[in-house]
C-alpha cells in the first residue's frame, strides 16, 4: 500500500472542496481519501509514504483526442492549411511507418503526457496492436480509437479489434471510430453504423474541424457532416466527435440528442487556423466537453496545461466577454468531463474504490502563489514545471523529473530520432 499524507486533495468531486489529507492506495484503487489517520495508519506496513508537503493530490488529466505517433512528425510538417497538411505532409510521410515505429513514437508521446499529468488518453492512429503494446509496456492507460478511412484499417479490423480489446484489461480499451466523414466513403460509414448497432456502442470521429470540409460535405450530400452521419445512424449509441469547430444549432441539437461528447483541441485549432470552437455555448446547451491535445504534429505539444488555458482565454475573445467559460468548468472538461468521453467512469475522481489515477502538484513554485484560488491557478498560471508525480493505476510511472516506465528515457528519444531521420530526412 501506498499512503500520501500532509497534503490539499482536489477530489473532483461535484461540490467539495480542497482540503487537507490523506490518500491510501492498494493495488490499482484508491481504499481511503479522507482527514489524516496518523494513529491508524502507524499500524500499518507501507510500501511507500509519501509527504506531500502540502502539496496537491488531484484527478490525473485525461487526454481525450490524440494522435500519439505523430511524435515523428514535430516540428517539421508546420505553418501549412489543414488539407494541404494532411495531403501533402501527414498522409505520405504516414504511409512510410511500420507497425513497429508506431510502437516507439507512441512510448515517446506517453513519457510527454505524464509530464503534463495526463494519466490516459484516448488515441486514434494506424496500428492498434502496436500502440496497445507500447502502453502496456509503460503500464499507461491507453483508449484506442478505431481511425478507419479509405485508405486505411478497415470495417473487419475495427470489428475484430473491438472484440479483442473492448473491456479486456485494466489498462487498455478499444472503441469505435474513423478518421472522419470527408475520408470514409458511405459504404464504410454504414458499415461502422452496423457495428455501434451491433455492439450497442459509441462511436468517435473528427468533426467539424474547418471551415471548408464543412462546406464540401454540404456540396455532396445538401447536409453538414454532422446531420449526414446522424441521417446514417453511426452515432446512435453516442460517442464522440474531435474539434467541432463550425457546428450547427441542428448539429449541437444532434449531439445533446445523442449524448455526444465533444473534444475541444484549441492548439492544434489555433495553429491549422481552423477557428474556435463555441466552448460557452456548447456548455449552456448542457452538452459532456472534454480536452484533448490532438497530435504532435499539429500542436506541437502535449500539454494539458497549455489546452487548459486556451480553451478559457479563446472562449473569452471570440464572445467578447470575460466571464465566459470559467476556469472551473475548463477543469472538470480535462478531467472529469474526459473520464466520461473516453468512458472512465472509474478515473473521474479521488474517492474509494477509484482507479488511483492520480497526480501532484508543486503549489511551491512562484506561479502558483500566492494560493488564492489554486483551481483557477492550475487553468491560468499553472504550467507542466508544477507536475511533481503522475500515477497510473496506483504506480508511479513519473516523479521529480525522472520516467519509470521500464525503459530508458534516451533510449526512447535516440529510437525516435532515427525513425524521423529514416523517413523525413
Known sequence: ?????????????????????????????????????????AKITWERQIDAKGNLVMPGFKNAHTHSAMTFLRSHADDMPLLSWLNEQVFPYEAKLTPDDIYHLSKLAVMEYLTSGITANADMYLTPDTIIEASRDCGY??????AVNNFTQSVELLDECYKRYHKKENLINFELGFHAEYTTKKEILEGIADLAEKYHAPVYTHNSESESEVAQCVERTGMTPTVYMHRLGVFNYGGGFYHCVHMTQDDLDIVKEHNISVVTNPASNLKLASGIAPIDHMLKEGINLAIGTDGPASNNCLDMFREMFLVTALAKYRENDASAVDAVDVLKMATTGGAKAMNLPD???????????????????????????????????????????????????????????????????????????????
Open 347 to 425: 478515473c473521474d475522481v479521488l474517492a474509494e474504490g477509484k482507479e488511483a489515477d492520480l497526480i501532484m502538484i508543486d503549489l511551491n513554485q512562484p506561479n502558483m502563489q500566492p494560493i488564492h484560488n489554486i483551481q483557477k491557478n492550475l487553468v491560468y498560471s499553472g504550467s507542466k514545471q508544477n507536475v511533481k508525480m503522475t500515477m497510473v493505476a496506483g504506480k508511479i510511472l513519473y516523479e521529480n523529473g525522472e520516467f519509470f516506465i521500464g525503459t530508458d528515457a534516451y533510449k526512447i528519444y535516440e529510437k525516435a530520432n532515427d525513425i524521423a531521420k529514416r523517413i523525413v530526412g
Open 141 to 146: 492507460r491507453t483508449i484506442v480509437i478505431g
Open 1 to 41: 500500500m501506498i499512503r500520501i499524507y500532509h497534503a490539499r486533495i482536489l477530489t473532483m468531486e461535484e461540490g467539495k472542496d480542497i482540503f487537507d489529507g490523506e490518500i491510501w492506495i492498494s493495488g490499482t484503487k484508491i481504499v481511503y481519501t479522507g482527514p489524516d489517520k496518523k494513529e491508524e495508519a
